[in-house]
């Protein structure tokens, strides 16, 4: 248990500092305006038409950093931040979430294989909240075998873990997708380019500190219900 604390201390911590620095970037690079003066909602909807999308709104919600594609209703969802910037940061993050609408579009594998993984996802979040809870009133009050009780624990973490990982590919597409597309649209100037790289890159780390810590508990889980085995 020891252990466990250490690791998600440890990766608290790490998370801890790179949303900061995601934040302090973003924050930074949302001061510079864009030489060609577009907001991020028309940079969205450029990206778009550009792929020959016409099927996907680009729509306002609240809070900060809180922008994502969601493709069950189609929609680009942009902080106002990004949805009224005109800025660096907002032309990264609207086309980066304009990435994932072309993913979608285009069928794109890993996305494909992430969205299928969300109902199994969940289903293994519950589980491990059942024999979490289970595990708080009395050691294992399920009553079943330890050893099952194991794999119950290392399959469905092991779930979570997978979709952290696959999720890395699709993030990263969708920003080389939005990198490419804002170079050759000549939406920013070379330095506005390298502002943009730099603001997707501490997005991504997100995930792959997320990931990590992912992996970590997972081979935790495994050491501890299989490691002492003769």
Known sequence: MILLIVIVVFFAIIGSVVSSRLKSK???YSQT???ANLSGAEIAKLMLAD??????QVVSVEGQ??????PMNKTVNLSPDVYYGRNAAAAA???HECGHAVQHATKYAWLNFRSAMVPLQNISGKILNI??????FGGFALGLPYEFVGYIVVGSYGVMTLFTLVTL???FDASNRALAWVQNRNIVTSSEYAMSKDALKWAAMTYVVAALASLATLAYYIFIF???RD
């Not at 792929?51 to 996907?56: A, E, K, L, W």
């Not at 024999?131 to 708080?136: F, K």
Request: glycine content about 4%; charged content about 15%.
């Open 26 to 28: 973003f924050k930074k």
């Open 226 to 228: 299989f490691g002492n």
């Open 51 to 56: 792929s020959n999308i016409h099927d996907v």
């Open 33 to 35: 305006a864009l030489q």
């Open 65 to 70: 950093l809180t922008d994502h594609y969601n």
């Open 169 to 171: 590919p699709v993030e």
């Open 131 to 136: 024999v979490l809870i289970a595990s708080l």
């Open 93 to 95: 993050v609207a086309a």
